[in-house]
């Protein structure tokens, strides 16, 4: 088990919760949902003396992918579940609020996520879909940790009326609550939460 410290910035016209995992024997970190603002992403992977080596997206929405373009250089790699990745190479429904659009990518760049377990840049993590926000929603688990996205929030669940699916969401909903043990939720917007409290607060993953 590798010690890991976590960084979260609010970016975008959204507030959207990006995630820095910097891996405290290396300077290697792994960037999950940079949702815009390039600059301030980079001044909080500086203050950590980080060093981004895999992005991470939760989903395809515009507010989670828009400083993608710009963050991963050359050599860093993107993943996303294969049933959001035309979202990083298509115009969609959002083009017309976003003042800046990091499409189009070559799909070949990116890594294509499925269910199971990864080790990357030194990070050991697992891989859950969770449909429902969108057709390629997935919640990544670190150890004692797990990054949900727009799946779970606290008190709350992600909308399902952009591009999702109302009964796939009470699946993954369902998935999440019966996971064993307890886990830090790092939500896609406002604040952290814990598994267990979800579990005994948020009505809608107690009625999943």
């Known amino acids: 088990m590798k010690d890991m410290t976590v960084t979260r910035v609010k970016v975008g016209m959204l507030n ?18 940079p949702g815009a603002d390039l600059t301030v992403i980079q001044d909080a992977l ?23 373009g710009d963050l991963r250089g050359i050599n860093v790699p993107v993943a996303i579940h294969e049933h959001d990745a035309h979202m990083l190479t298509e115009r969609d429904m959002f083009s ?37 926000h969108t057709k390629g929603s997935v919640c990544y688990i670190f150890d004692g940790m797990m990054f949900t996205g727009d799946t779970l929030f606290k008190s709350s669940i992600g909308r399902t009326d952009l ?21 830090d939720v790092y939500p896609g917007h406002d604040a952290v939460t814990t598994l267990d409290d979800e579990r005994r607060y948020n009505k809608y993953l107690r009625e999943a």
């Open 163 to 183: 591009g999702g699916d109302e009964e796939q969401m009470m699946r993954s909903l369902r998935a999440l609550r019966n996971l064993p043990g307890d886990y």
């Open 96 to 132: 017309a609020i976003i003042p800046y659009d990091p499409r189009p990518f070559e799909p070949a760049e990116f890594t294509f996520l499925k269910e199971g377990e990864y080790s990357v840049a030194g990070f050991d993590f697992y891989v859950i879909p969770t449909p429902g």
């Open 46 to 68: 500086h203050r950590a003396d980080a060093v981004c080596r895999l992005i991470l997206l939760t989903h395809g929405h515009f507010d989670h992918i828009l400083a993608v």
């Open 16 to 33: 959207t919760n990006c995630y820095i995992l910097k891996n405290t024997d290396t300077r290697d970190a792994i960037v999950i949902d």
